[in-house]
Nanobody, 114 residues
Framework: QVQVVESGGGSVQPGGSLRLSCTAS????????MAWYRQAPGKQRELVAS???????NYADSVKGRFTISRDNAKNTVYLQMNSLKPDDTAVYYC????????WGQGTQVTVSS
């Protein structure tokens, strides 16, 4: 199991930016594909962005061109730079491995509102 701690959420106005960070406690971080997920109120958790162990990103259509996922294997950390935020981006954001997840972290709340 991978233990993760997410941080960096907050409240911003539409059009604003936030940078989320996620540090994973695992000795095999560098070989894992990692991902950011989000869950909005009343909705199912969804995959937002993922990054392979070699740094190849992939994005949900809803965030393409606005969000950027990156990773620092030396720090066991994955980031999500979120620009041009919209109210629809309001959710709790989680990071974890890409694929079936059994132990979610606490997540970090992102609220986009004027």
């Amino acid at each position: 199991q991978v233990q993760v701690v997410e941080s960096g959420g907050g409240s911003v106005q539409p059009g604003g930016s936030l940078r989320l960070s996620c540090t994973a406690s695992t000795s095999i971080f560098s070989i894992l594909s990692m991902a950011w997920y989000r869950q909005a109120p009343g909705k199912q958790r969804e995959l937002v962005a993922s990054i392979t162990n070699q740094g190849t990103p992939n994005y949900a259509d809803s965030v393409k061109g606005r969000f950027t996922i990156s990773r620092d294997n030396a720090k066991n950390t994955v980031y999500l730079q979120m620009n041009s935020l919209k109210p629809d981006d309001t959710a709790v954001y989680y990071c974890n491995v890409l694929g079936p997840v059994t132990n979610w972290g606490q997540g970090t709340q992102v609220t986009v509102s004027s």
